[in-house]
Protein backbone atom coordinates (compact mmCIF):
# COMPACT_ATOMS: atom_id res chain seq x y z
CA UNK A 1 0.00 0.00 0.00
CA UNK A 2 2.74 2.22 0.85
CA UNK A 3 4.57 1.78 -2.17
CA UNK A 4 1.31 2.17 -4.25
CA UNK A 5 0.88 5.66 -2.32
CA UNK A 6 4.46 6.75 -3.03
CA UNK A 7 4.42 5.55 -6.49
CA UNK A 8 1.04 7.56 -7.45
CA UNK A 9 2.84 10.78 -5.67
CA UNK A 10 5.39 10.56 -7.92
CA UNK A 11 2.97 10.19 -10.68
CA UNK A 12 1.21 13.32 -9.67
CA UNK A 13 4.71 15.07 -9.04
CA UNK A 14 6.09 14.39 -12.58
CA UNK A 15 2.48 15.24 -14.34
CA UNK A 16 2.64 18.45 -12.28
CA UNK A 17 5.91 20.17 -13.34
CA UNK A 18 6.28 22.15 -16.08
CA UNK A 19 8.89 23.31 -18.45
CA UNK A 20 10.30 26.89 -16.94
CA UNK A 21 9.94 29.92 -20.09
CA UNK A 22 13.58 31.00 -19.16
CA UNK A 23 15.72 28.15 -18.24
CA UNK A 24 14.29 25.03 -20.11
CA UNK A 25 13.88 23.29 -17.67
CA UNK A 26 11.54 20.81 -15.56
CA UNK A 27 10.00 22.62 -12.58
CA UNK A 28 7.01 22.03 -10.49
CA UNK A 29 3.85 23.74 -10.92
CA UNK A 30 0.10 23.34 -10.04
CA UNK A 31 -1.46 26.40 -12.13
CA UNK A 32 -1.93 26.55 -15.51
CA UNK A 33 -1.07 29.29 -18.13
CA UNK A 34 -4.96 29.67 -18.32
CA UNK A 35 -5.59 29.65 -14.86
CA UNK A 36 -2.29 32.33 -14.16
CA UNK A 37 -3.88 35.07 -16.61
CA UNK A 38 -7.40 34.53 -14.84
CA UNK A 39 -5.99 35.33 -11.58
CA UNK A 40 -4.68 38.16 -12.92
CA UNK A 41 -7.60 39.47 -14.42
CA UNK A 42 -9.13 39.05 -11.21
CA UNK A 43 -7.03 40.69 -8.81
CA UNK A 44 -6.27 43.47 -10.91
CA UNK A 45 -9.09 45.38 -10.34
CA UNK A 46 -9.12 44.49 -6.83
CA UNK A 47 -5.56 45.98 -6.00
CA UNK A 48 -6.55 48.72 -8.16
CA UNK A 49 -9.08 49.93 -6.23
CA UNK A 50 -7.54 49.10 -2.70
CA UNK A 51 -4.45 50.97 -3.68
CA UNK A 52 -5.47 53.81 -6.21
CA UNK A 53 -4.75 54.44 -9.66
CA UNK A 54 -2.68 57.67 -10.16
CA UNK A 55 -4.64 60.49 -12.36
CA UNK A 56 -2.20 60.91 -15.17
CA UNK A 57 -3.06 59.44 -18.09
CA UNK A 58 0.33 60.74 -20.21
CA UNK A 59 2.33 58.95 -17.53
CA UNK A 60 0.26 56.00 -17.29
CA UNK A 61 0.91 56.13 -21.20
CA UNK A 62 4.37 56.35 -20.81
CA UNK A 63 5.09 53.50 -18.32
CA UNK A 64 2.63 51.06 -20.40
CA UNK A 65 5.15 51.74 -23.50
CA UNK A 66 8.23 50.74 -22.16
CA UNK A 67 6.69 47.82 -20.66
CA UNK A 68 5.29 46.58 -23.37
CA UNK A 69 8.04 47.03 -25.16
CA UNK A 70 10.53 44.99 -22.64
CA UNK A 71 6.83 42.57 -22.43
CA UNK A 72 8.01 41.55 -26.32
CA UNK A 73 11.44 40.93 -25.81
CA UNK A 74 10.65 38.58 -22.65
CA UNK A 75 10.79 34.91 -22.55
CA UNK A 76 6.83 35.14 -22.82
CA UNK A 77 6.25 37.67 -25.44
CA UNK A 78 3.16 37.04 -26.14
CA UNK A 79 1.55 37.71 -22.77
CA UNK A 80 -0.44 40.75 -22.59
CA UNK A 81 1.88 42.96 -20.28
CA UNK A 82 -0.31 45.98 -18.38
CA UNK A 83 0.93 48.44 -16.80
CA UNK A 84 -0.46 50.25 -13.66
CA UNK A 85 1.31 54.02 -11.68
CA UNK A 86 0.05 53.45 -8.32
CA UNK A 87 -1.20 56.37 -6.26
CA UNK A 88 1.15 55.03 -3.00
CA UNK A 89 4.06 57.63 -1.84
CA UNK A 90 5.73 53.92 -0.53
CA UNK A 91 8.86 53.42 -2.72
CA UNK A 92 7.89 50.18 -4.60
CA UNK A 93 7.17 47.91 -8.10
CA UNK A 94 5.68 44.45 -8.04
CA UNK A 95 3.87 41.98 -10.36
CA UNK A 96 0.71 39.64 -10.33
CA UNK A 97 0.32 36.49 -12.46
CA UNK A 98 -0.93 37.29 -16.03
CA UNK A 99 1.31 40.08 -17.06
CA UNK A 100 0.14 43.10 -14.47
CA UNK A 101 3.26 44.91 -13.42
CA UNK A 102 2.84 48.39 -11.24
CA UNK A 103 5.20 50.65 -10.42
CA UNK A 104 3.99 53.20 -7.03
CA UNK A 105 4.54 57.22 -8.12
CA UNK A 106 6.85 57.35 -4.82
CA UNK A 107 9.77 54.76 -6.38
CA UNK A 108 9.17 57.28 -9.90
CA UNK A 109 10.36 60.21 -7.69
CA UNK A 110 13.94 58.52 -6.87
CA UNK A 111 14.55 56.68 -10.03
CA UNK A 112 16.68 59.36 -12.52
CA UNK A 113 16.41 58.21 -15.77
CA UNK A 114 14.05 56.21 -18.27
CA UNK A 115 16.68 53.72 -18.03
CA UNK A 116 16.47 53.20 -14.56
CA UNK A 117 12.48 52.83 -15.03
CA UNK A 118 13.26 49.89 -17.47
CA UNK A 119 15.58 48.19 -15.74
CA UNK A 120 12.51 47.97 -12.55
CA UNK A 121 9.85 47.21 -14.69
CA UNK A 122 12.28 44.54 -16.37
CA UNK A 123 12.87 43.18 -13.44
CA UNK A 124 9.44 42.47 -12.75
CA UNK A 125 8.38 41.04 -15.80
CA UNK A 126 11.42 38.71 -15.09
CA UNK A 127 9.54 37.52 -12.47
CA UNK A 128 6.32 37.06 -14.12
CA UNK A 129 8.37 35.30 -17.38
CA UNK A 130 10.05 33.11 -15.11
CA UNK A 131 6.91 32.15 -13.39
CA UNK A 132 8.10 32.82 -9.75
CA UNK A 133 4.91 34.05 -7.88
CA UNK A 134 3.06 30.79 -9.50
CA UNK A 135 5.68 28.12 -8.74
CA UNK A 136 6.12 29.38 -5.13
CA UNK A 137 1.90 29.09 -5.01
CA UNK A 138 1.86 25.58 -6.14
CA UNK A 139 4.60 24.68 -3.20
CA UNK A 140 2.62 26.72 -0.89
CA UNK A 141 -0.51 24.51 -1.78
CA UNK A 142 1.53 20.82 -1.80
CA UNK A 143 2.02 22.12 1.86
CA UNK A 144 -1.64 23.09 2.63
CA UNK A 145 -0.17 26.32 4.11
CA UNK A 146 -1.67 29.26 1.93
CA UNK A 147 -0.06 32.69 1.36
CA UNK A 148 -1.41 34.23 4.18
CA UNK A 149 -2.19 37.71 4.74
CA UNK A 150 1.32 38.89 6.31
CA UNK A 151 -0.55 42.28 6.57
CA UNK A 152 -2.36 43.85 10.06
CA UNK A 153 -5.79 42.01 9.44
CA UNK A 154 -6.63 38.64 11.04
CA UNK A 155 -7.93 36.02 8.58
CA UNK A 156 -11.46 36.03 9.91
CA UNK A 157 -11.64 40.28 9.38
CA UNK A 158 -9.53 39.84 6.26
CA UNK A 159 -12.94 40.19 4.65
CA UNK A 160 -13.18 43.94 5.90
CA UNK A 161 -10.79 45.13 4.12
CA UNK A 162 -12.39 44.73 1.03
CA UNK A 163 -9.45 42.53 -1.34
CA UNK A 164 -9.14 38.40 -1.58
CA UNK A 165 -7.09 37.10 0.73
CA UNK A 166 -4.68 35.33 -2.03
CA UNK A 167 -4.75 38.67 -4.33
CA UNK A 168 -3.74 40.56 -1.83
CA UNK A 169 -1.01 38.12 -0.24
CA UNK A 170 0.44 38.10 -3.71
CA UNK A 171 1.64 41.76 -2.94
CA UNK A 172 3.61 40.16 0.07
CA UNK A 173 5.46 37.47 -1.56
CA UNK A 174 9.59 37.44 -0.98
CA UNK A 175 11.44 35.76 -3.33
CA UNK A 176 14.12 34.06 -2.83
CA UNK A 177 17.54 35.26 -3.37
CA UNK A 178 18.27 32.72 -6.63
CA UNK A 179 14.37 34.20 -8.64
CA UNK A 180 15.54 37.83 -7.43
CA UNK A 181 19.37 36.88 -9.07
CA UNK A 182 17.42 35.45 -12.04
CA UNK A 183 14.90 38.88 -12.53
CA UNK A 184 17.60 41.05 -12.07
CA UNK A 185 19.33 39.24 -14.95
CA UNK A 186 16.16 39.45 -16.92
CA UNK A 187 15.43 43.08 -16.17
CA UNK A 188 18.88 43.78 -17.30
CA UNK A 189 18.74 41.76 -20.42
CA UNK A 190 15.35 42.45 -21.39
CA UNK A 191 16.02 46.78 -20.59
CA UNK A 192 19.11 46.27 -22.90
CA UNK A 193 17.65 44.64 -25.48
CA UNK A 194 15.68 47.47 -26.52
CA UNK A 195 18.33 49.57 -26.30
CA UNK A 196 18.68 51.06 -22.31
CA UNK A 197 21.22 51.49 -20.34
CA UNK A 198 20.73 49.53 -17.05
CA UNK A 199 23.95 50.93 -15.61
CA UNK A 200 21.05 53.35 -14.19
CA UNK A 201 19.83 50.33 -12.61
CA UNK A 202 22.31 49.76 -10.63
CA UNK A 203 22.54 53.19 -9.16
CA UNK A 204 19.12 53.22 -8.20
CA UNK A 205 20.39 49.78 -6.27
CA UNK A 206 22.63 52.22 -4.11
CA UNK A 207 19.63 54.95 -3.42
CA UNK A 208 17.73 52.11 -2.12
CA UNK A 209 20.59 50.77 0.29
CA UNK A 210 21.06 54.77 1.71
CA UNK A 211 16.98 54.96 1.93
CA UNK A 212 15.41 53.25 5.23
CA UNK A 213 12.56 50.80 5.28
CA UNK A 214 9.37 52.04 6.99
CA UNK A 215 6.78 49.44 6.76
CA UNK A 216 3.18 50.16 7.36
CA UNK A 217 0.56 47.73 7.55
CA UNK A 218 -0.59 48.49 3.96
CA UNK A 219 1.43 47.90 0.43
CA UNK A 220 5.40 47.31 1.83
CA UNK A 221 8.18 48.85 0.54
CA UNK A 222 10.52 47.93 -1.66
CA UNK A 223 13.13 47.00 0.75
CA UNK A 224 10.69 44.57 2.72
CA UNK A 225 10.32 42.10 -0.40
CA UNK A 226 13.35 42.76 -2.20
CA UNK A 227 17.17 41.31 -0.73
CA UNK A 228 19.95 43.34 0.38
CA UNK A 229 20.57 46.20 -2.43
CA UNK A 230 23.70 46.26 -1.85
CA UNK A 231 24.65 42.77 -2.71
CA UNK A 232 22.98 43.66 -6.09
CA UNK A 233 24.95 46.80 -7.43
CA UNK A 234 28.26 45.19 -8.73
CA UNK A 235 26.23 42.05 -10.22
CA UNK A 236 23.83 44.28 -12.19
CA UNK A 237 26.69 46.33 -13.12
CA UNK A 238 28.41 43.38 -14.47
CA UNK A 239 25.18 41.76 -16.07
CA UNK A 240 24.91 45.44 -17.46
CA UNK A 241 28.52 45.22 -19.55
CA UNK A 242 27.78 41.50 -20.33
CA UNK A 243 24.40 42.36 -21.90
CA UNK A 244 25.91 44.80 -23.84
CA UNK A 245 28.90 42.83 -25.04
CA UNK A 246 26.62 40.35 -26.07
CA UNK A 247 23.79 42.55 -28.38
CA UNK A 248 26.77 44.90 -29.07
CA UNK A 249 24.09 47.78 -30.17
CA UNK A 250 25.33 51.05 -31.60
CA UNK A 251 24.39 52.74 -28.36
CA UNK A 252 22.44 52.41 -25.22
CA UNK A 253 20.61 55.24 -23.53
CA UNK A 254 19.42 56.33 -20.62
CA UNK A 255 16.90 59.50 -21.56
CA UNK A 256 16.77 61.63 -19.01
CA UNK A 257 15.07 64.37 -20.01
CA UNK A 258 12.22 62.53 -21.26
CA UNK A 259 11.61 60.92 -18.10
CA UNK A 260 11.83 64.46 -16.04
CA UNK A 261 9.50 65.94 -18.31
CA UNK A 262 7.17 62.89 -17.81
CA UNK A 263 7.39 63.15 -14.20
CA UNK A 264 7.15 66.98 -13.38
CA UNK A 265 4.33 67.82 -11.05
CA UNK A 266 4.24 64.33 -10.23
CA UNK A 267 2.76 64.11 -6.34
CA UNK A 268 5.37 63.57 -3.67
CA UNK A 269 4.77 61.84 -0.51
CA UNK A 270 1.36 61.60 1.36
CA UNK A 271 -1.51 63.37 -0.92
CA UNK A 272 -3.65 65.08 1.85
CA UNK A 273 -6.51 65.67 -0.37
CA UNK A 274 -6.64 61.81 -0.03
CA UNK A 275 -6.77 62.70 3.72
CA UNK A 276 -4.15 63.05 5.83
CA UNK A 277 -3.27 62.80 9.93
CA UNK A 278 -2.44 65.80 12.02
CA UNK A 279 -2.38 65.68 16.31
CA UNK A 280 -4.49 62.44 15.76
CA UNK A 281 -6.91 63.66 14.00
CA UNK A 282 -7.71 62.34 9.96
CA UNK A 283 -8.69 64.93 7.86
CA UNK A 284 -10.33 64.32 4.15
CA UNK A 285 -10.61 67.71 2.25
CA UNK A 286 -11.86 65.77 -0.76
CA UNK A 287 -14.96 64.52 1.07
CA UNK A 288 -14.87 67.30 3.89
CA UNK A 289 -15.02 65.18 6.80
CA UNK A 290 -12.70 64.51 9.91
CA UNK A 291 -12.79 61.87 13.10
CA UNK A 292 -10.00 61.34 15.95
CA UNK A 293 -7.93 58.73 15.74
CA UNK A 294 -6.59 56.39 18.92
CA UNK A 295 -3.05 57.44 19.99
CA UNK A 296 -0.51 55.58 19.22
CA UNK A 297 -2.07 53.71 16.70
CA UNK A 298 -0.36 53.35 12.83
CA UNK A 299 -2.92 54.87 10.59
CA UNK A 300 -2.92 53.79 7.24
CA UNK A 301 -5.12 55.69 4.49
CA UNK A 302 -6.25 53.83 1.16
CA UNK A 303 -8.35 54.77 -1.48
CA UNK A 304 -10.75 52.75 -0.13
CA UNK A 305 -10.72 52.44 3.13
CA UNK A 306 -8.89 53.87 6.55
CA UNK A 307 -6.81 51.05 8.59
CA UNK A 308 -6.08 52.10 12.14
CA UNK A 309 -4.06 49.29 14.33
CA UNK A 310 -3.36 49.44 17.82
CA UNK A 311 0.27 48.23 19.10
CA UNK A 312 1.06 44.96 18.75
CA UNK A 313 -2.26 44.82 16.34
CA UNK A 314 -4.57 43.47 19.20
CA UNK A 315 -6.83 45.59 17.74
CA UNK A 316 -8.30 47.37 14.34
CA UNK A 317 -10.25 50.52 13.04
CA UNK A 318 -11.59 50.03 9.78
CA UNK A 319 -13.25 52.81 8.38
CA UNK A 320 -14.91 53.40 4.78
CA UNK A 321 -17.85 54.42 2.62
CA UNK A 322 -20.78 51.94 2.64
CA UNK A 323 -23.23 51.44 -0.77
CA UNK A 324 -26.30 51.18 0.90
CA UNK A 325 -28.66 54.01 1.61
CA UNK A 326 -29.49 54.21 5.32
CA UNK A 327 -27.61 53.05 8.16
CA UNK A 328 -30.22 50.73 9.33
CA UNK A 329 -29.83 49.02 5.92
CA UNK A 330 -25.96 48.81 5.87
CA UNK A 331 -26.38 47.64 9.28
CA UNK A 332 -28.63 44.76 8.35
CA UNK A 333 -26.00 43.69 5.06
CA UNK A 334 -23.74 44.00 7.48
CA UNK A 335 -25.25 41.24 10.30
CA UNK A 336 -25.88 39.40 7.06
CA UNK A 337 -22.53 38.79 5.25
CA UNK A 338 -20.19 38.33 8.23
CA UNK A 339 -23.03 36.23 10.26
CA UNK A 340 -22.69 38.54 13.49
CA UNK A 341 -24.07 37.47 16.69
CA UNK A 342 -25.41 40.52 17.62
CA UNK A 343 -25.44 40.92 21.28
CA UNK A 344 -26.61 45.13 20.84
CA UNK A 345 -28.23 47.37 18.34
CA UNK A 346 -29.34 51.01 18.84
CA UNK A 347 -30.38 53.84 16.92
CA UNK A 348 -28.36 57.23 18.15
CA UNK A 349 -27.05 60.53 16.22
CA UNK A 350 -23.55 60.98 15.91
CA UNK A 351 -23.27 65.16 15.36
CA UNK A 352 -26.44 65.45 14.26
CA UNK A 353 -26.44 62.64 11.95
CA UNK A 354 -28.47 59.54 11.96
CA UNK A 355 -26.82 56.66 12.92
CA UNK A 356 -26.77 52.68 14.35
CA UNK A 357 -24.67 51.04 16.38
CA UNK A 358 -23.85 47.35 16.68
CA UNK A 359 -21.55 45.20 18.97
CA UNK A 360 -21.54 41.20 17.86
CA UNK A 361 -19.46 38.09 17.66
CA UNK A 362 -18.07 36.60 14.37
CA UNK A 363 -16.84 33.89 14.75
CA UNK A 364 -14.45 32.22 12.07
CA UNK A 365 -12.54 28.92 11.08
CA UNK A 366 -9.71 30.04 13.31
CA UNK A 367 -10.31 32.74 15.69
CA UNK A 368 -13.78 34.98 16.88
CA UNK A 369 -13.95 38.38 17.45
CA UNK A 370 -15.50 40.94 19.00
CA UNK A 371 -16.81 43.50 17.10
CA UNK A 372 -17.81 47.48 17.32
CA UNK A 373 -19.31 48.51 14.41
CA UNK A 374 -21.01 52.59 13.61
CA UNK A 375 -22.95 53.28 10.44
CA UNK A 376 -23.31 57.34 9.85
CA UNK A 377 -25.72 58.85 7.40
CA UNK A 378 -23.67 61.30 5.40
CA UNK A 379 -23.39 63.52 2.69
CA UNK A 380 -21.78 60.54 0.44
CA UNK A 381 -23.42 57.84 1.84
CA UNK A 382 -23.17 55.57 4.81
CA UNK A 383 -20.04 55.90 6.50
CA UNK A 384 -19.10 52.88 8.23
CA UNK A 385 -16.62 51.78 11.04
CA UNK A 386 -15.51 48.33 12.48
CA UNK A 387 -13.47 48.12 15.03
CA UNK A 388 -12.45 44.34 16.45
CA UNK A 389 -10.46 42.75 18.60
CA UNK A 390 -10.69 39.10 20.58
CA UNK A 391 -13.27 38.78 23.36
CA UNK A 392 -11.41 39.07 25.98
CA UNK A 393 -9.73 42.57 24.80
CA UNK A 394 -12.76 44.03 23.55
CA UNK A 395 -13.92 45.90 27.29
CA UNK A 396 -10.47 47.82 26.89
CA UNK A 397 -10.57 48.63 23.03
CA UNK A 398 -14.81 49.37 23.21
CA UNK A 399 -13.98 53.02 24.74
CA UNK A 400 -11.34 53.97 22.03
CA UNK A 401 -13.93 52.37 19.32
CA UNK A 402 -16.80 54.11 20.67
CA UNK A 403 -14.20 57.68 20.73
CA UNK A 404 -13.50 57.36 17.59
CA UNK A 405 -16.69 56.60 15.91
CA UNK A 406 -18.49 58.71 17.38
CA UNK A 407 -16.13 61.82 16.74
CA UNK A 408 -17.06 61.48 13.05
CA UNK A 409 -18.06 65.14 12.07
CA UNK A 410 -18.17 67.64 8.95
CA UNK A 411 -14.85 69.08 8.22
CA UNK A 412 -15.12 73.29 7.56
CA UNK A 413 -11.60 74.53 8.71
CA UNK A 414 -10.30 76.36 5.65
CA UNK A 415 -6.49 75.19 6.56
CA UNK A 416 -7.75 71.52 6.30
CA UNK A 417 -9.72 72.11 3.36
CA UNK A 418 -7.03 73.68 1.63
CA UNK A 419 -4.16 71.90 1.74
CA UNK A 420 -2.39 71.02 -1.23
CA UNK A 421 0.28 68.07 -1.86
CA UNK A 422 4.01 68.20 -2.34
CA UNK A 423 5.38 67.41 -6.02
CA UNK A 424 8.50 66.86 -8.03
CA UNK A 425 9.62 70.07 -10.10
CA UNK A 426 11.94 69.97 -12.27
CA UNK A 427 14.10 73.03 -12.66
CA UNK A 428 17.32 74.72 -14.94
CA UNK A 429 19.83 75.76 -13.31
CA UNK A 430 20.76 79.40 -13.97
CA UNK A 431 24.34 78.83 -13.76
CA UNK A 432 27.19 76.48 -13.35
CA UNK A 433 26.76 75.47 -9.59
CA UNK A 434 26.90 72.23 -7.76
CA UNK A 435 23.95 70.17 -6.73
CA UNK A 436 24.34 71.50 -3.00
CA UNK A 437 24.59 75.09 -3.96
CA UNK A 438 21.70 74.52 -6.41
CA UNK A 439 18.85 73.22 -3.40
CA UNK A 440 20.15 76.61 -1.44
CA UNK A 441 19.18 78.61 -4.75
CA UNK A 442 16.03 76.91 -5.12
CA UNK A 443 15.64 77.36 -1.12
CA UNK A 444 15.42 74.33 -0.39
CA UNK A 445 15.43 73.50 3.80
CA UNK A 446 18.40 72.43 5.54
CA UNK A 447 16.21 69.83 6.64
CA UNK A 448 15.79 68.58 3.09
CA UNK A 449 19.11 68.46 1.75
CA UNK A 450 19.39 64.81 2.69
CA UNK A 451 16.43 63.68 0.47
CA UNK A 452 16.99 66.20 -2.23
CA UNK A 453 20.24 64.24 -2.74
CA UNK A 454 18.32 60.82 -3.04
CA UNK A 455 16.16 62.47 -5.27
CA UNK A 456 18.89 63.84 -7.36
CA UNK A 457 21.17 60.33 -7.39
CA UNK A 458 23.11 60.38 -10.56
CA UNK A 459 25.74 63.05 -9.08
CA UNK A 460 27.30 63.96 -5.95
CA UNK A 461 26.23 66.91 -3.86
CA UNK A 462 29.31 68.92 -4.65
CA UNK A 463 30.13 67.82 -7.87
CA UNK A 464 29.99 70.80 -10.65
CA UNK A 465 27.24 71.01 -12.97
CA UNK A 466 26.53 72.80 -15.62
CA UNK A 467 24.39 75.87 -16.41
CA UNK A 468 21.05 74.28 -17.83
CA UNK A 469 21.58 71.26 -16.18
CA UNK A 470 18.06 69.61 -14.44
CA UNK A 471 17.54 68.85 -10.76
CA UNK A 472 14.90 67.67 -8.85
CA UNK A 473 12.92 70.21 -6.34
CA UNK A 474 9.67 69.70 -3.76
CA UNK A 475 7.88 71.92 -2.99
Known amino acids: ?44 PQISAMYGVYDDKELQNYVAG ?18 RVMD ?22 YLEDEAALA ?81 SMAEFFTVLD ?46 RDAYLDHINGLVFGNDPRQGFVENNVFYHPGLKFQFPTPAGWKVNNLPTQVQMVAEKQ ?8 DEAKTPAAAADVFIQNNKLRVESRKTLKVHGAPAVELT ?15 FIRGAQGVYNFVGYSSPTGFTAYAPVFRKTMSGLRRLSDRDKLNRQPLRVHIRALPRAMTLKQALKHFKVPAGKMEEHFLLNSSVKPDQKLNRGYRIKVVF
Open 1 to 44: MKKIFLFLLSFWFFTSCSIDPVTGKRTFNLIPEEQEMKMGREYD
Open 314 to 321: AAAIIFKL
Open 88 to 109: SPVVNAFAIPGGYVYVTRGILA
Open 360 to 374: GIVAGARDTIKVMSY
Open 210 to 255: RMSSANGPGLPDFLSTHPNPRERVARVGQLTEEWEKKINASEYVKN
Open 119 to 199: GVMGHEIGHVAARHSVEQMSQAQLLQIGLGLGAALSETFAQYAGIAQQGLGLLFLKFGRDDEREADRLGVEYATRIGYDTH
Open 66 to 83: IVEKLGKVSHRSKIPYKA
